[in-house]
């Protein structure tokens, strides 16, 4: 009884997940129709309800923003829209962390992580994966040693986490790229790379 009970779960508890995201995310996607015009509204258009077409008009404004932004008016633009932005009191400081974190993550010349590395916490028995990020020059000023900025993330949403200064003494650096780190960290360390699995059929292979 108890084995069949966990195997229905096993089956429902990770697609009930799911599609729970995924209407979540389409539900929220399809706000965006909210922009059209009221007679452009697909609903009105067909005369019912099909959900998923925000999706089609998020891709295309995102499509469209990329395009604009790519030519040299749109960044000029842009780059007026951001001062602007960042001048505006509170919203200033959000936005300026928001971008910095959607830079890390996303950019691939951003200010994305340098390294991934690995450092005793939370305790000194303990290793947690951190990725190496820039010190400020007014603290690099204040050590007699050489230290790193590093970031540990939480588990399972990789955009909360630490920020600390450590010796790079205390810490080693590892063979890995950033997306693996962020993949094992939002996993839980369930899903495993390339390497990690020849490692362990060798193991179980000798």
Known sequence: MKKYLVTGLLVWVPLG??????????????????????????DRVLGTHIPGWGIILTFLVVLATGLLIRNVFGQQLWIYS??????????????????????TLLSGNGNSFRKVLLVRYPHPEAWSLAFQTSVPGEVINRFDEEY????????????????????RADTIELNMSVDVALRSIVSMGVVADAETEKHRNGIQNP
């Open 17 to 42: 997940i799911t599609i729970w995201v995924l209407n979540l995310t389409i539900g929220t996607m399809d706000q965006t129709l909210q922009l059209l015009p009221e007679q452009w509204h697909p």
């Open 148 to 167: 790193v900025a590093v970031f540990i993330p939480t588990t399972p949403s990789p955009v909360n986490g630490f920020y600390f200064f450590v010796r």
């Open 82 to 103: 951001e001062k602007v932005m960042l001048h505006v009191p509170f919203v200033g400081s959000i936005y300026k962390g928001v971008k910095q974190v959607s830079d």
